[in-house]
């Protein structure tokens, strides 16, 4: 296994909050970290940039008073999630600020940039690249990334196309580095699966918006707890990148979703929708296949204390069966 240093000893279970655009904030980091996953969020959800730091500042803070004040049981790290890509002006300024605060992991996406990656080893952090194939990957390790995130295929928003399975058996062949696993993991069950096909650790992020302390819109959370991965539509519409999306949320805005157009994908945005009045994340959902274990908004705690209850079962059916 190839966990991180700055994750041992400090995980209830093998897995990591995907950053959420929109919705992850300084109140489900925290709660995350705090129940033993590592939380992330983009930084482009600290708006205007300045707030970053305040966001950084309250993370540190109230990590740090967690972790005295239960020194046997410390917070897992946090992650920030930084885009990579040229439509993201904000790129070098939120960088200087995970120096500033040395911030522990940072999740690059959307473009692998070798001054990135430097800037953050510069004080021991480390730095994990999001792919959806072989390639990317072999260039992100070229071009300076520590471990790799595999975005397979049934995973929420941006997403791949490539079973977990193969994606997994590719890479393994070359890297023996950390490798995280995307895709449709909501229950300790997926979790053991993705450890057993090479993964050291899974990727979650579609459960995380079905808890209290996620920033978004009550429905969208319901309508997790209502659907299942049939409802789940791939398009590269609303972004320019293909991605999954909840098929109500793409009717809601007067679209049908069995019938989308393509979009120019050198045309890459962040809010665009199908109309002037719909924009991608706020109003088209977007979430993996993984919805149909959801069944109820629950706190991040709750919903962490079922995944390492799941966890822990499969681990032991698994052993009683060799």
Same mark, same amino acid.
């Given at each position: 296994?190839?966990?991180?240093?700055?994750?041992?000893?400090?995980?209830?279970?093998?897995?990591?909050?995907?950053?959420?655009?929109?919705?992850?904030?300084?109140?489900?980091?925290?709660?995350?970290?705090?129940?033993?996953?590592?939380?992330?969020?983009?930084?482009?959800?600290?708006?205007?940039?300045?707030? @970053?730091?305040?966001?950084?500042?309250?993370?540190?803070?109230?990590?740090?008073?967690?972790?005295?004040?239960?020194?046997?049981?410390?917070?897992?790290?946090?992650?920030?999630?930084?885009?990579?890509?040229?439509?993201?002006?904000?790129?070098?300024?939120?960088?200087?600020?995970?120096?500033?605060?040395?911030?522990?992991?940072?999740?690059?996406?959307?473009?692998?940039?070798?001054?990135?990656?430097?800037?953050?080893?510069?004080?021991?952090?480390?730095?994990?690249?999001?792919?959806?194939?072989?390639?990317?990957?072999?260039?992100?390790?070229?071009?300076?990334?520590?471990?790799?995130?595999?975005?397979?295929?049934?995973?929420?928003?941006?997403?791949?196309?490539?079973?977990?399975?193969?994606?997994?058996?590719?890479?393994?062949?070359?890297?023996?580095?950390?490798?995280?696993?995307?895709?449709?993991?909501?229950?300790?069950?997926?979790?053991?699966?993705?450890?057993?096909?090479?993964?050291?650790?899974?990727?979650?992020?579609?459960?995380?918006?079905?808890?209290?302390?996620?920033?978004?819109?009550?429905?969208?959370?319901?309508?997790?707890?209502?659907?299942?991965?049939?409802?789940?539509?791939?398009?590269?519409?609303?972004?320019?990148?293909?991605?999954?999306?909840?098929?109500?949320?793409?009717?809601?805005?007067?679209?049908?979703?069995?019938?989308?157009?393509?979009?120019?994908?050198?045309?890459?945005?962040?809010?665009?929708?199908?109309?002037?009045?719909?924009?991608?994340?706020?109003?088209?959902?977007?979430?993996?296949?993984?919805?149909?274990?959801?069944?109820?908004?629950?706190?991040?705690?709750? @919903?962490?204390?079922?995944?390492?209850?799941?966890?822990?079962?499969?681990?032991?059916?698994? @052993?009683?069966?060799?």
């Amino acid at each position: 296994m190839a966990i991180p240093e700055c994750m041992q000893g400090r995980l209830s279970i093998p897995a990591v909050g995907a950053p959420l655009f929109i919705i992850s904030n300084p109140d489900l980091v925290i709660a995350q970290c705090k129940a033993g996953v590592v939380g992330a969020f983009p930084a482009l959800n600290a708006r205007p940039a300045e707030v @970053l730091d305040e966001w950084l500042t309250r993370i540190d803070e109230e990590l740090d008073a967690h972790n005295q004040a239960n020194p046997d049981n410390p917070a897992a790290p946090y992650a920030v999630n930084q885009i990579v890509h040229g439509s993201n002006d904000r790129l070098m300024h939120d960088v200087e600020l995970c120096v500033k605060h040395k911030v522990p992991v940072v999740i690059t996406s959307l473009g692998a940039r070798p001054e990135v990656f430097e800037a953050i080893h510069s004080y021991g952090g480390i730095c994990l690249h999001d792919v959806i194939n072989d390639r990317f990957a072999r260039k992100a390790i070229e071009k300076g990334a520590d471990g790799l995130i595999c975005v397979a295929a049934g995973a929420g928003g941006h997403a791949g196309t490539l079973s977990p399975m193969a994606f997994i058996h590719e890479i393994r062949e070359w890297f023996d580095g950390p490798v995280l696993l995307s895709g449709a993991i909501a229950t300790g069950d997926g979790i053991l699966a993705a450890q057993a096909m090479g993964a050291d650790l899974a990727y979650i992020g579609s459960a995380f918006i079905a808890t209290k302390e996620a920033n978004a819109d009550p429905a969208y959370k319901q309508a997790l707890v209502d659907n299942a991965a049939n409802d789940i539509v791939y398009t590269n519409l609303f972004t320019g990148v293909h991605g999954n999306y909840l098929k109500p949320s793409i009717e809601k805005a007067g679209l049908d979703p069995d019938n989308l157009p393509e979009s120019d994908p050198s045309a890459m945005n962040f809010g665009s929708g199908g109309s002037s009045k719909s924009k991608a994340w706020r109003d088209i959902w977007g979430c993996g296949q993984g919805i149909g274990a959801i069944k109820e908004v629950a706190s991040t705690a709750q @919903l962490v204390g079922r995944l390492e209850a799941e966890y822990n079962a499969a681990r032991q059916r698994v @052993l009683k069966a060799s």
